[in-house]
């Protein structure tokens, strides 16, 4: 099978796919997610230990991490993070750091996006679903 480029998930994407609910996915997000790089910010991996230290998950970030590796050979993406940070003081749509993080990691890299987040997918219109 021919990968397409990187994709990057969202951390809701993330605990679905962790969780055993990827049917919460929509058709185009599934098509993407077999056929893609599958990659996540580093601000995925923070946001999932913050979720978990605040009981909104049950697995710590490492070891959802671990579990995507396995499930989906998602993997952390390594771009500078110098640039992800300055790209995102452009993201001023949101008070949110942890959107800011990951939409401006998927634009510096022209990235499609998995995302729900209708808030998201109006300012970054790769967003897919």
Do not use: C, N
Not at 53 to 79: M, Y
Not at 104 to 119: E, K, N, Q, T
């Amino acid at each position: 099978m021919v990968r397409t480029p990187r994709v990057f998930l969202d951390t809701h994407v993330v605990v679905w796919l962790v969780g055993g609910q990827a049917e919460k996915l929509g058709d185009e997000a599934r098509a993407l997610i077999d056929g893609a790089d599958l990659v996540i910010s580093p601000a995925v991996v923070l946001e999932l230990q913050y979720l978990y230290e605040i009981g909104r998950v049950s697995a710590p970030a490492l070891t959802a991490l671990s579990i995507l590796q396995q499930a989906l050979d998602v993997r952390v993406a390594q771009d500078s993070f110098e640039h992800v940070v300055i790209a995102a003081l452009g993201e001023d749509w949101t008070r949110d750091p942890f959107d800011r993080l990951i939409v401006a990691h998927a634009r510096v890299l022209g990235a499609p996006l998995i995302s729900r987040d209708r808030r998201l997918a109006e300012r970054y219109p790769d967003t897919r679903w």
